[in-house]
């Protein structure tokens, strides 16, 4: 390393250091030695080769330890003893000798290695005592002070930064900058350095104000600064400010610090200007650099400006907004453009501070921007125009009045400036003005034109801040999206693969832009989730991407997450998967063995989705090798299980073991599929007990309780032979004695609804069973009971909580009361020349979670329990009953001396689940299954007549012969069958204006889509757009609201409406309505309006067919709306109908599906059976009809579901 030549000597160096880090000190004990004695031997030689070579050496070894923690420092702690004497009196002699470069490099490595030995950690040896530093603290004070000696003849530019003494400099100011802003507050310093941060902050660091004042003031006089110097120069300043010792040396020098330095800093130089013009990428990619912020000098002088705005408040803000304001209104008479783009940079960067109405400048802002800004969209100078943009984003939620609109405009007219910037800052502050209240209003009209720009400019340059943006306003447009969806999916998927193109590992710009353009996918996926036919036309585009992200070398290893998240949108919102998005299936599991591992949380996600929505699909699922899909899934999950805690953490297991819970869930109620599913049982027991065997002594449980899920879940799919797996390893009695100790800790209602199915599968193989495993029956109906009662409180707990909003009177109060805690007064609340306690706070925070602030250790259950499962359909109560009421039967010995066991609240809470059993019963919607013989439905009424027999009716297309077959003037009969061919009455009340017959309706032919009949081209009524006038062939003409109304068609009848019959329920599940029509969710319960008596009378009205309701059995119909109908059809049931009741009755159901031989009937919430034979308090809901229409059945009606058995129809 005395070589001198410098590429052998770096060679070598690196070689030493190398050596250090395999062999120090164990191997090589003399090498400080060797290293300390060569700098003496060399300073005593005058060989300052020897030297220099020496202390390269000795840097290179104190790198190995500069970061470690303070149990790793001793071979640092020894360096610093022995070496930093030495050291200082090399320094002491070198700043008093001629500045040459053999004495500046020599300079440059002892400071160098002062750094390494002080810069992560003091409070290790008596050798960095604030009294035993303050000598190193002089000599670098002198350092600085003298400056730097005339450059060398030609040097200019980089070879001056990179020149010695520039050098030496950097490391002056870098080393008193760390000591100030890691040691020097006492406020913030670490166990056993606030002495010494205490002197330091009262001595040396007041003395180095004047040299680091001095060095600014070299640049101000003209004179060479590089830019690193001067950004560490600022950094000291904006420590300076917090203590009230440098504040005080600091104070009378403000107008210097802000308007000589900080203002002349922020103005562009002519390397900006030329670098705009010449390379305007590079320029943006600059001014998007995250790294800038640590050294780049402009940054730091507006983070120091902002710092004394902010804390020094009324020493500062005045006198400097007043002068940004000054140049800004004399930008016109100057035309000193760098000046105005400092100007509003600044004003840009005080924006939360001006804004305050606190600050008491805010009133003055619109019309100064207004006047001044506003008008230099058009300025001649690009980074004018550019700046403007800028700054007016950082203000656009300021009241511009009547202005706003031209300022919309003119950010508009910049999204196709001939400059790139331009348009970068056009697009950024789009983003800002549509938050504000209205804007989407006038530009709704110029969305096409927006976007395009945007896929212009993403084209142009892969900007992240554009793509944010462009993310905003399909977020904000989302209702108006959806015609420019798929072009949005197609321009930004192309984006990401030109992005990906052109990365490389410096490119840090285009990388954040191609991950940014998937996550814009993801929000245009996320605003029309409901519209199926967008994801299918996206899917091409998209399926690239995917493939992309997961291809086998991981180069797109970043992005996967947000491809991932593709793929979850792609099989959540779409209801058949096809080939190409299988293909992605096994690519999932491939990068998950290649370079995924870590991400086994998030492919969960679209592999749950692959499984439930398609199970047929995923068992016959194979690759091109023949592997099947779900061999690929159990090992990925065995893996998981089977990897060590080094390797995967605990979520990463649960969601592993939770792909076992999506198979056998959906299997259970999949029966067909029983046999190929069973073959996977040995396997899915034997990767579950291994991992609960590992985990059986825990301190948390969630592991534990999620193994006990998937067993959970194999018993209720497979009882008899998931059991006999157990009971062949011996385990069932362990298991469950395990699993029954661990319940209290089962806090998730998905794993206690888990372990109520499972215990109650094992309960329905008889104790005689149990007893050979070692399992109490008596146990397990105890510990059902429990862990059912504790479920159902947690339902109960769950709606109240959803009435809840959340926020109460005192949380608002509160808020206002605290108010913002940024504002400008300051940190201190009180003395502002005082010390400020900027760290506190945060410090205060990080301590908090550092030693477990919140509860000490805890475990990372991230899992989430609000999710759709393949078993939210299976009711654990109403399984309950239906297990004990066969327990009852098969063993009322055993069941009677079980509940002699129970203590008094464990009995009552059998009562109370068993009763919410038939709540549930009672309100959820069931199918009922009629075989008849025949089914023969006439009517006679004044107004029309209608007869036919369903026996003649042919299913497949039921539409036509029922149309045929009707005849007079009936409005219409609700039938709805699986082809979802129907004819549907109009929505009631309706308004009927009478008119003569001969009203002949327009001739339009029938169109099906999707199997509706859609509405044509109808004329509206004059003066009431939202009104359709429409002819019924010989009875009224009806004046419907055109949005209910789906279509119409002739029929016997003339024109017969196909109306949305539950229209506003449509409103209020936000307007979805599932392909195959008729099916709205209203809330949490999903009606079918399919079957419904329309009647017609002289009186002009329309109602339902529930004017033999009672007013008991108002409340069979669902919904305020009808509702309202019954009230109405009880009003007015003497003037349409005798009061007199027949025996007939009508089968009223919320759904009618036909097959062959079989109609199906859905019961509405809360159906009550009138019907004898009817068990378990539902049935088929019997309502007396009208007079006019008669219903005869022959044949039986069967129950959709155990339990339900119905008889007798009338």
Known sequence: MTEPSKPISRLLAECLHNLCVAEYPHSWPDLLPTLLSNVVKGGQESDPVRVLGSLVGLRKLCKRYEYKSSAGRAPLKAIIDSGLPLLLQVLQALARQEMNPHVGNVIKQTLKVFWSCTQFNMSDSDALTYEALLPWFACIHDLLKRGMPPPEEGMRGREREKWVWCKVQKWSVQIMTRMYSRYGNPKAAEAGLLDFAQKFSQGAAVTFMGPVCETLAVRVRGGYVSPRVVMLCLSYLDTAIEQKSTWTALKPHLNFVVFDVCFDVVKLEDEDVELLNDDPHEYIARGNDIMSEFVDPRVMALTLVEDLVKFRTSSVARVLVDFLKANV??????ADHRGFEASLQLLGTLAKFMKDPKSGFSQDLPELLIRFVLPQFGSAEGYVRARSLWVVSMYYDLPFGGHFGSLVEGVLLRLSDPCLPVQVEAGKALQFLIQVPGTETSLLPVLPRILDEYFRIMREIGNDDVLTALDIIVEKFGDHIAPHAVSLVANLSGAFARYCETEDDEDMEAASAASQSLECISTVLRVVQDDEEIFRASEPHLLPVIAAVLDPSGSYVDNLEYGLDLLTFLTYFQSTFSPGLWSLFPMVVAAFHEFAFDFVGLMSTPLDNFIVKDFSGFCGAKTASGEKYI??????V????????DTAEESEVRKALGLFLSVFHTASQRPESKPFIDQYLPAATDITLSKLKEKSTADFASTRVQCYTVLGALLFYNVSSAAAELERRSALGTVVGMWMQDAADVEKRSSKKGAVLGWLALISLGSERLQRSGVDMADLVRGVIELGKSLSDDYDRAGEEEDDDGLDDDDVANAAQWGDMDGPQGFDGADEDGDIDILGKNNAEMMMFAGGGFGGKWDDDDDDDEFESPIDDVNEFVVLEEVFARLAQSEPAKLEAIKAGLPPDTLAAVGELIKAAQTYRRRKLKYLTLNYKTLHI????PLFTFDFDMNTVAVHDLLVPVRDRLRGTLQGLVVHTHQSKSLVVPKAPLEVVHEAPSVVAPDVA??????????????????HPNRIHVGLHGLHRVLLSRETILGYYYSA????????????????????????GGVLSSGRVWVRADIHILEVTCLERIHHGLNGVDESSRTTHAGPERADLAREALECREDIRPSSRPSAVVVEAEEVAASRNELFFRLGEGGEAAASGVSHGFGVLSLPPPDWLRIEVQGEIHGAEAGVDVLGVV
Do not use: I, T
């Open 329 to 334: 209104a004399g930008y016109g008479a100057s």
């Open 631 to 636: 061999d690929l899934l159990f090992g990925m």
């Open 638 to 645: 065995k893996k998981v299980v089977e990897a060590g805690e």
């Open 938 to 941: 006439s009517a006679s009424h």
């Open 1006 to 1023: 029938a169109v099906h889509r999707d199997g509706l009949v859609h509405l044509a081209e109808v004329p509206l009524e004059e003066g």
């Open 1053 to 1076: 009848l003339g024109v017969v409406l196909v109306v949305d019959v539950f229209q506003e329920l449509a409103k209020s599940s936000g307007g979805n309505r599932p392909a195959h």
